[in-house]
């Protein structure tokens, strides 16, 4: 493994092992210019930093030559915090255009994302070079222990926002860098130094929590185990800023001798992430751990009560306060049940190569599955109930009906083709190859798709329930099925959540086809709630419901469980007879 600096003698720290780095080739003399502190900072002041790529890529490319050339501890460390205020800025504005970018990424935003991690993994290796040159002489002085805290800490934070970018775009994690984490933790909990605080001027998330290597682990420990391939968009970091709070409620316990099966465990001598052992796959660790999260989850159900009281006492208010509070709920209980386990799968799966035509979405779904009709809600509506209209305000109710109406007219839904790599009951396993960055498609996305070389088509929904990338632009996702077939309907809030808007485009599942035999309703998200009062319009005649059970919520489409009612009276929704 190359040093930094020369190596008095490798044998002081007999007791502790040395953490496997991954480190460049150093140059043997002196480099030329040498830098300086001050050099350096003339260096930056000269870049043009209005320019992020520009700037990007000339920072790289000093950075490497720094990595690549010998420099003592003290002095590299000093150049490596230096860096450190113009690394934040640049990697805020890279990960927020990376982030608004759609999944797979475009051309211009995949060459952002390898800008970003390019930089995460130089600003790591060098505080990296540190740790080893470090790590393999004895700190005589106090200030050297010091300087292999800082080093431990911030190689380990620039690895984890590594993983942290990679996880919000669905990327493949960084090679190496879970394994290196591993390591950097190990020697820095043997050191003594896991726990110690460390002053940082440049938290990448700024929490009120004590800076230490223990919070940096634990916390992206508990992010993998949250799945972050199955989280939807951006919640990865929603997660990685609440993960903070109880990074230390997280613990490690040596698993020699200890059956890991149904637990969440971890093998630091390999770059694999923490995962929960499931009777179904093999496990064997060199250096395993098994992790407890039980006082973690213990927090989070205490937040999760909390919210849902607040909820239930408030269903009835829709202001933007509460739809926010609903979506930090759905969050919640989407990591209370990702922190379960992973369960056995019910069904066979079976291999198959089949071409597939989906379509994405609540509104596309809508229309394939109505065959492409019109939706006109509003004059259906006016329809069904001309009679009751006066006939002096017909013309004036049918031209506002015409106008509402209007809003879904002129939009077009494209199916695209992807293939099948296996299938069961519940869900498939889909590729994309070929013109990926067209797709657009989201975890928790709604989708409607069928076997086009099977006619008549039979639409089924599902959700998308993981999706990971690459750096090639391919993708693979999953889908979890809802439904064997639905009915195009439209709904429209009279009471509770939700009241007062218009029409929108819904699906009612019948019992029959519902695989888990529940008759529901696919709603938009963030719309309307538990005890929402609405009408239902299958455009030839009009029914009232109640929602009262919450099936699945994601960031667009919700799914509820209702009960038939009466018409309400005095709902307000015959605005016709205004």
């Known amino acids: 493994m190359p040093a930094s600096e020369p190596i008095p003698d490798i044998n002081m720290h007999h ?59 003290q002095e590299r460390a000093c150049l490596m915090d230096n860096l450190r205020p113009l690394v934040q800025q640049l990697i805020n504005t890279l990960s927020q255009q990376v982030r608004k970018s759609y999944v797979p990424l475009s051309p211009r935003a995949l060459e952002r994302y390898q800008l970003l991690q390019d930089i995460l993994a130089g600003m790591a290796t060098g505080y990296k070079l540190v740790v080893n040159a470090l ?12 300087l292999l805290r800082e080093a ?39 050191m003594a130094m896991a726990t110690l605080t460390v002053d940082d001027p440049f938290p990448d998330i700024s929490v009120p929590i004590a800076n230490t290597v223990d919070l940096i682990y634990k916390r992206i420990v508990l992010l993998a185990l949250a799945e972050p391939y199955h989280l939807m968009k951006n919640e990865a970091r929603e997660f990685y800023y609440l993960l903070s709070a109880w990074a230390s409620n997280c613990e490690l316990l040596p698993s020699v001798n200890i059956a890991c099966e149904g637990e969440f465990s971890l093998d630091a001598n390999t770059e694999k992430p923490p995962r929960f052992v499931s009777s179904e ?22 937040q999760l009560q909390r919210i849902l009281r607040a909820n239930l006492m408030e269903l009835e208010d829709s202001n933007h306060t509460l739809m926010q509070q609903r979506r930090q709920r759905d969050m919640l209980l989407r990591l209370a049940d990702a922190w379960q386990g992973v369960l056995k799968r019910n069904g066979e799966r079976h291999i198959s190569e089949a071409r597939i035509e989906l379509a994405t979405g609540l509104n596309a779904g809508h229309h394939y599955i109505s065959l492409g009709k019109a939706f006109s809600p509003e004059v259906d509506e006016l329809r069904i109930k001309s009679g009751e209209i006066e006939p002096t305000i017909f013309a004036a109710a049918y031209r506002s009906a015409l106008q509402k109406d209007r809003c879904h007219h002129n939009r077009a839904y494209e199916t695209n083709p992807w293939w099948q790599r296996n299938f069961s009951r519940n869900g498939a396993a889909l590729y994309c190859s070929l013109d990926c ?7 928790g996305e709604l989708v409607t798709y069928c076997d086009p070389d099977n006619a008549p088509l039979r639409w089924k929904i599902g959700v998308v329930r993981w999706l990971r990338a690459s750096l090639e632009n391919q993708l693979d996702l999953g889908i979890m099925n809802i439904a064997d077939s639905a009915v195009a309907v439209a709904s429209k809030a009279l ?45 030839h005649r009009i029914f009232y419901v109640k929602l009262n059970k919450l099936l699945l919520s994601t960031q667009t489409f919700s799914q509820f469980e209702f009960e038939i009612i009466e018409k309400p009276p005095g709902n307000g929704e015959d605005v016709f007879m205004l």
């Open 152 to 190: 431990l800490y911030f190689s380990s934070q620039y690895l984890a926002r590594q993983l942290l970018e990679a996880y919000l775009v669905y990327m493949p994690e960084p090679k190496n860098c879970w394994l290196e984490l591993h390591q950097l933790f190990q020697y820095a909990t043997d």
């Open 281 to 302: 796959i093999k496990w064997a660790a060199e250096n395993g751990y098994i992790i407890d999260i039980r006082e973690a989850q213990k927090r989070l159900d205490v």
């Open 437 to 443: 960055p067209k797709l657009h498609t989201a975890v």
């Open 495 to 539: 009471a509770g959540c939700g009241g007062g808007t218009d029409y929108f485009r819904s699906l009612l599942v019948p019992k029959q086809v519902s695989l888990q035999q529940q008759r529901c309703l696919i709603l938009p998200a963030n719309i309307y709630d538990i005890n929402s009062v609405l009408a239902i319009s299958m455009k």
């Open 135 to 146: 790590a393999m002489t004895r700190p005589h002085r106090e200030h050297d222990e010091m």
């Open 15 to 73: 007791s502790v092992s040395l953490p496997i780095l991954n480190l460049p080739m150093q140059a043997a003399c002196r480099p030329q210019p040498y830098m300086r502190v001050k050099r350096l900072k003339r260096w930056m002041s000269d870049l043009p930093t209005a320019d992020c790529q520009r700037t990007a890529v000339a920072f790289i490319e000093q950075l490497g030559k720094l990595n690549n050339a010998r420099y003592l501890s």
